[in-house]
């Protein structure tokens, strides 16, 4: 009994050893991160480093406003992402619940080739087409290009979710006398909103941490968040609480959506291993 | 309800639900629309410039196969597959062995696991551009905070990302850091969906940890262990925005993967022809290595 309680107890210990371990790279990354944001450039060059921002300080935010510009490609984010995301869930949602319902698995394996497909390869075409429209320098080609991850991401999703929902209600419907499409509009699409929240989130933060359509596609007026940062990193080589301001300031949203929804978000992870680009 | 009034209806359905299948594809047209419009056709257009000595301005002759033929003798073509796959070896295998581990301690209970599951899974949610400018500036030689802490330990400073030897290796360490937690939810997903019996009998028969891990766990989430590591495979081959951060492909071409010459090509020589018979190829890569790993895994299952 008590060599038992021994070994159980060491079992613990490794258990909370391991996990230590394993999140211990994660949190002192972000607490550098935010070290380097709110410290002043002369502790951030120091050697040995300065590890407690003292006393903290936000200037290095203020320069990152002031001096590039944030706010405009902020909006830029915002107009990009929210547009793709609300594209993808009017487009997806209804293909999603049609390929459940046609069971059509082919179909599927054309969104898988989506995920397989390196971003990259889309970009010399769209490209060349977009130079053509004479569309280069606004928004409407990122829109569009955003669209290549935000669609498969909530067609997949929602394939899952619909194929789950139990069909007797919706059978009941269609017998009562109502259209397929009003059997998808009053009866699966309000059942299936737990899974339109999941695709909602992941779809809109791969849209939001998307860099390489925007690095192509965007011009000097319509560069996004992780566009814009990476520029502060080209042209402020040495001057870091800036840069980690700025890269904090594009990340913490979708780190806060992350921590307040991570339900959501393991769930819709585990079911598809989505990823953009 | 007895068979016989059963097996009329049952077949009704079946026909109904065939006709309604067919009906059912009205609403995944609109969305067929745009992926033949943004996947489709960049497909299509892929493979005609790729053909063609296709430059930004001036005339875009046909070339047959020239751009296939010439990459096989370009040599910075040649490293830079060399580099793709080792870096996307050594990419898959510890975040592999890294994510199973973390699986098999996430899915059992202690206090703040739900916490500590999302801390760890915020460097993959993290924009990708923001972490990769952070890591630069930890991986400073003079000033960074990695050598620093190495030298706490008596290690001697590295050179991380500024020298050739050590630039593959960085890289991965950070690949490795960024996305061991897909790799840990997919298997997690697999652990959490096993049967509790087998585990109640081997804690009868007294086995160990280890033992229910290596004979129970990991033949059971076997499947799931084989998904990830196929994504995974696909994610290495495909990383893009951590090496054009912090590296662009430097120093010299020593961290110049597939993926950065295709963006060089392209987006800074402007040879648009030769960079879309690359994506031709490379994208043929990426499907072989991802169906070899599958058919892999169907004749292992089969035996």
Redesign the interface.
């Known amino acids: 009994m008590n060599r038992h309680r021994v070994r159980r107890f060491f079992?613990?210990l490794g258990?909370?050893f391991?996990?230590l371990m394993?999140?211990s790279?994660?949190?002192l990354?972000?607490l550098?991160?935010a070290s380097?944001a709110l410290k002043n450039e002369s502790d951030n060059?120091a050697?040995?480093?300065v590890f407690i921002p003292n006393p903290p300080t936000l200037a290095n935010f203020i320069d990152v406003f002031e001096k590039n510009d944030f706010l405009s490609y902020t909006i830029n984010s915002i107009i990009v992402s929210f547009s793709a995301t609300g594209l993808a869930l009017?487009?997806?949602v209804?293909?999603g619940?049609?390929?459940a319902?046609?069971?059509?698995t082919k179909?599927a394996v054309?969104i898988l080739?989506?995920?397989?497909?390196?971003?990259?390869?889309?970009?010399?075409?769209?490209?060349?087409?977009f130079q053509w429209l004479g569309m280069i320098g606004t928004l409407t080609p990122l829109v569009?290009?955003h669209?290549?991850i935000t669609?498969p991401i909530v067609?997949w999703i929602m394939i899952g979710y619909f194929e789950g929902l139990p069909a007797e209600l919706e059978e009941a419907a269609l017998v009562d006398g109502a259209t397929?499409w009003q059997a998808?509009r009053h009866v699966a699409l309000p059942l299936a909103r737990p899974g339109i929240t999941v695709a909602t989130i992941l779809a809109f933060?791969f849209s939001?941490?998307n860099?390489?359509f925007g690095?192509?596609l965007a011009g000097r007026t319509t560069r996004t968040?992780?566009?814009a940062?990476?520029n502060v990193?080209t042209f402020e080589q040495i001057s870091?609480g800036p840069?980690?301001a700025?890269?904090?300031v594009?990340?913490a949203p979708?780190?806060l959506?992350?921590?307040l929804m991570?339900k959501e978000?393991?769930a819709g992870?585990?079911?598809g291993?989505v990823?953009g680009? | 309800m007895n068979a016989s009034t059963a097996e009329p209806s049952a077949a009704a359905m079946m026909t109904r639900g065939r006709n309604?299948?067919?009906?059912?594809?009205?609403?995944?047209?609109?969305?067929?629309v745009?992926?033949a419009a943004?996947?489709l056709?960049?497909?299509i257009?892929?493979l005609f410039?790729s053909v063609h000595d296709w430059k930004v301005s001036g005339d875009t002759p046909f070339v047959g196969l020239a751009n296939y033929k010439k990459m096989l003798f370009d040599e910075r073509f040649q490293w830079a597959a060399i580099r793709t796959f080792v870096f996307t070896a050594a990419s898959v295998i510890l975040p592999m062995i890294?994510g199973v581990?973390?699986a098999v301690?996430?899915s059992?209970k202690?206090r703040f696991q739900?916490i500590?599951?999302?801390?760890?899974?915020?460097?993959m949610?993290?924009?990708?551009?923001?972490?990769a400018?952070?890591w630069?500036?930890?991986f400073h030689p003079?000033?960074g905070?990695l050598n620093?802490l190495l030298s706490t330990v008596g290690i001697p400073p590295s050179a991380w990302v500024y020298d050739a030897h050590t630039v593959i290796p960085t890289l991965v360490m950070v690949e490795t850091?960024q996305w061991t937690p897909?790799v840990m939810?997919?298997v997690?997903?697999g652990i959490a969906s096993l049967p509790t019996d087998p585990y109640e009998a081997a804690i009868l028969d007294g086995a160990s940890?280890w033992q229910m891990f290596r004979h129970i766990t990991l033949p059971l989430v076997f499947p799931f262990i084989v998904?990830?590591g196929v994504?995974r495979v696909?994610?290495a081959?495909?990383a893009?925005?951590t090496i054009?951060?912090i590296t662009l492909g430097g120093p010299g071409n020593a961290s110049e993967t597939i993926?950065i010459l295709?963006?060089q090509t392209?987006?800074a020589y402007y040879d648009?022809g030769y960079?879309?018979a690359m994506?031709v190829v490379?994208?043929v890569m990426?499907?072989l290595v991802?169906m070899g790993l599958l058919v892999a895994r169907r004749a292992e299952v089969k035996t």
């Not at chain 1, 319902?101 to 059509?104: E, S, V």
């Not at chain 1, 080739?113 to 087409?129: E, Q």
């Not at chain 2, 949610?125 to 972490?131: G, Y």
């Open positions: 079992a613990r258990l909370y391991s996990v394993l999140v790279p994660a949190i990354f972000f550098w991160m380097l060059t050697f040995p480093p009017l487009l997806g209804p293909a619940y049609g390929i319902k046609a069971k059509a179909a054309l080739i989506a995920r397989v497909t390196p971003g990259l390869s889309y970009l010399i075409p769209l490209f060349l087409l569009i290009t669209l290549v669609v067609v397929i998808f933060i939001w941490n860099f390489i690095v192509v968040l992780p566009v940062v990476y990193l870091w840069l980690a700025a890269a904090l594009v990340t979708v780190l959506l992350t921590l991570q978000i393991v992870l585990t079911a291993g990823k680009g | 309604y299948a067919r009906r059912y594809w009205v609403f995944a047209a609109p969305a067929a745009v992926v943004v996947i056709f960049p497909w257009f892929t410039m890294l581990w973390a301690c996430f059992s202690f739900g500590a599951r999302t801390i760890f899974v915020l460097p949610m993290a924009t990708p551009v923001a972490i400018l952070v630069t500036m930890m003079q000033l905070v620093y850091w897909l939810l997919i997690l997903g940890p998904v990830a994504i696909i994610d081959l495909k893009f925005d054009y951060v993926n295709l963006y392209a987006f648009l960079g879309s994506v490379f994208f990426i499907l991802s």
